[in-house]
Structures are given as C-alpha cells and as structure tokens.
C-alpha cells in the first residue's frame, strides 16, 4: 500500500511539473507528451519507448507551432 501511494504522489509531482511554469497552468506541447507518453504506459510499454514516444511528440508539436 505505501509502495503504491508513493508512485502515485512521484507520478502526480510529475505532471504539476510539466504543465505549470510559476505557478500557473500552461497548456503547450508538453501537455501532449504527457498524454502521449501516459497511453504508451498504459500499452504497457517498455521504459525507453515511452520516454522516446512522449519526446518525439512534444518536438512534433513544437515544430508545428
């Protein structure tokens, strides 16, 4: 039990980091990396996979914007 609350507080600190810049909410390309990167988690994807995933689609969306 304290194993699971302690991924769920480092997974939560996490996303505050990514979509917060100062202590307000920013919805850029990060926000889709995160997504990206949670549904190749959820595919139960191997580690490296998800880290390249999530970074090759946040660079995507920062070339297109």
């Keep these: 039990e304290y ?3 302690r991924q769920m507080c480092i997974r ?3 996303i505050i980091m ?3 810049d ?3 909410l920013v919805v850029d390309a990060r926000l889709v990396g995160i ?3 949670g549904l190749a988690v959820w595919k ?8 390249l995933t999530a970074m090759l689609s946040t660079a ?6």
């Design 3 to 5: 194993r699971r609350q």
């Design 22 to 24: 100062d202590g307000s």
């Design 60 to 65: 995507v969306i920062r070339l297109i914007v």
């Design 44 to 51: 139960k994807m191997p580690f490296t996979l998800v880290v």
């Design 12 to 14: 939560d600190r996490i």
């Design 35 to 37: 997504g990206i990167g």
């Design 18 to 20: 990514s979509v917060s």
